[in-house]
């Protein structure tokens, strides 16, 4: 079997090591029946659950941190094996769940807290407030390129703020969700409140229409479509964070030596699967000479192979190299040139010497003079490719980056007109003068916009995505004027409307 590949044998899930196909372990493949009963218990346990209170969920999911944290090794482990990333870049995803779990859990309380209002003037006597309460049960669909990272996001909000959680992971990365929903009842005592589901999209469709009281999905636009036309039939509301197809700005005044090595990271690291990963380069034309040939030199030192000296491991899906590949192709027929990684057009598809015959080893490619049209520029390539395109200006750099249907993430480097440019971006998430750090701070909301979805998830408003919304307003004392009667009468309203007049006229 190809490595990477993911077979269902019969009712059971097979998850197996991209590296070299091993057999990493089996999963039954659940039927909505079964995932009905996974969110019937699910909704058993939220009302346990959320009568602990801030406080007492707080012990518990700072108990179930304490736990990845001492075995963060072993989560490094499953997620190299299962995606075949790097074990440094395996590390890095198991920081960032444990610094995301922390702030959930710690600022709950204080995200959620009742809010009080202006009761304005008609309303004076009244005390108004916004409470946040639990939806209930939140079903959470996860993605393959981050396993770990990428669900803790909602579900650890999503339990923060109260809910319990029916969790279906890849059925790329299934074992990573085990794992997660293990050590979550290791620590907790008391009923699940993280409920895996394992299979295919089969087991996704029936999780949208299970009755849920909301859908987070992280993958492709195509399936999030899918998704929300799922929960559309149920009016149940959807958090969709999709693909991306991020832009960096590299201006006249950068530090080319600091943006080059930012490109190089931000677009090929995890093999290029990175939802907010560089794409798209737009340099200005006075230096993109020299940016260039810094990106070409450092793509080009970067080792790809499966070893522990690797920068770049395998392709996680059997798919995606052909993808890859394929828009490598068209951008060379369209009139791009490969500047590392790939073959004038012509010469046939990229070819990887260390790693013949379709293997899920990709090494980086650098293309330049892409044009806008091709799918390298218009569809999330999501492989270890970058396109370097000069521009002659920065206003010509935004025009270009805004014009794609994704908006998800982008970066800025310029000494001077950073914050200004990011500004102008159409995009959920802009870094200046770094790549991708946002992600990095859990206080920030993490989403985009147009064909990458909608919904935040991380920081206060990825925490109020998994509460309903209640307004009360409390009467204080009596009014000296009652509008809201039958017993009003014309002197009433007469002086009701002179003040409207006199104060907001």
């Not at 058993?44 to 707080?58: D, F, I, V």
């Not at 070819?351 to 379709?358: K, L, M």
């Not at 064909?451 to 998994?466: I, L």
Request: with cysteine; glycine share 12%.
């Amino acid at each position: 079997m190809t490595g990477g590949a993911r077979a269902v044998d019969g009712a059971e899930l097979v998850s197996r090591d991209p590296r070299d196909g091993r057999e990493l372990g089996r999963y039954p493949r659940h039927a909505p029946a079964e995932v009905a009963a996974a969110v019937t218990a699910a909704r058993r346990a939220a009302s346990w659950w959320s009568g602990l209170g801030h406080s007492g969920r707080r012990r518990r999911l700072d108990a179930w941190r304490r736990v990845l944290v001492r075995r963060v090794p072993e989560l490094v482990r499953l997620i190299s094996a299962e995606t075949g990333k790097t074990t440094a870049d395996a590390q890095l995803e198991a920081m960032l769940v444990a610094d995301h779990l922390h702030w959930a859990a710690a600022h709950a309380r204080r995200v959620l807290r009742p809010r009080r209002v202006p009761s304005g003037l008609l309303m004076y006597n009244h005390t108004a407030t916004v409470e946040h309460h639990p939806l209930g049960v939140v079903g959470v669909i996860g993605p393959w390129n981050y396993p770990a990272f990428i669900p803790i996001g909602p579900i650890a909000h999503a339990l923060a703020a109260g809910n319990t959680v029916v969790f279906k992971p890849s059925e790329h990365t299934p074992g990573v969700g085990a794992w997660l929903a293990d050590t979550l009842a290791e620590a907790v005592d008391g009923p699940r409140v993280l409920e895996p589901v394992f299979g295919t999209g089969e087991t996704g469709a029936a999780l949208c229409s299970s009755g849920v009281d909301k859908v987070a999905f992280t993958g492709s636009t195509a399936t999030g479509r899918k998704v929300m036309a799922a929960c559309a039939e149920h009016l149940t509301p959807v958090l969709l964070e999709c693909g991306g197809k991020d832009a960096l700005l590299v201006d006249r005044d950068a530090d080319l030596a600091a943006a080059a090595e930012a490109a190089v990271w931000g677009g090929l690291s995890n093999a290029g699967q990175t939802c907010v990963g560089v794409e798209r380069v737009y340099v200005h034309e006075a230096v993109a000479e020299e940016f260039t040939a810094r990106v070409v030199e450092g793509a080009a030192a970067l080792r790809t192979g499966t070893g522990p000296d690797a920068d770049i491991g395998p392709m996680t899906t059997p798919e995606q190299p052909g993808l890859v590949r394929e828009h490598v192709r068209d951008a060379l027929a369209r009139g791009g040139r490969a500047l590392l990684g790939a073959p004038e057009p012509g010469e046939g598809a990229p070819h990887d010497p260390a790693s013949p015959g379709g293997s899920a080893l990709l090494p980086p490619v650098v293309l330049t003079d892409v044009p806008e049209d091709a799918r390298a520029m218009r569809e999330e390539t999501f492989g270890p490719v970058l396109v370097v395109n000069r521009v002659a200006s920065m206003e010509e750099a935004v025009e270009r980056a805004n014009g794609c249907a994704y908006g998800l993430g982008a970066a800025v480097y310029s000494r001077r007109a950073g914050p200004r440019l990011a500004r102008r971006l159409r995009a959920g998430m802009v870094s200046v003068n770094s790549v991708l750090a946002f992600t990095g701070v859990p206080a920030l909301p993490f989403g985009g916009t147009g064909a990458s979805g909608f919904g935040r998830v991380h920081g206060p408003e990825g925490m109020r995505e998994f509460t309903r919304v209640q307004s009360v307003t409390r009467q204080r004392v009596r009014p000296l004027l009652q509008p809201l009667s039958f017993r009003r009468g014309p002197r009433t309203m007469g002086v009701l409307l002179r003040l409207i007049r006199t104060v907001r006229g």
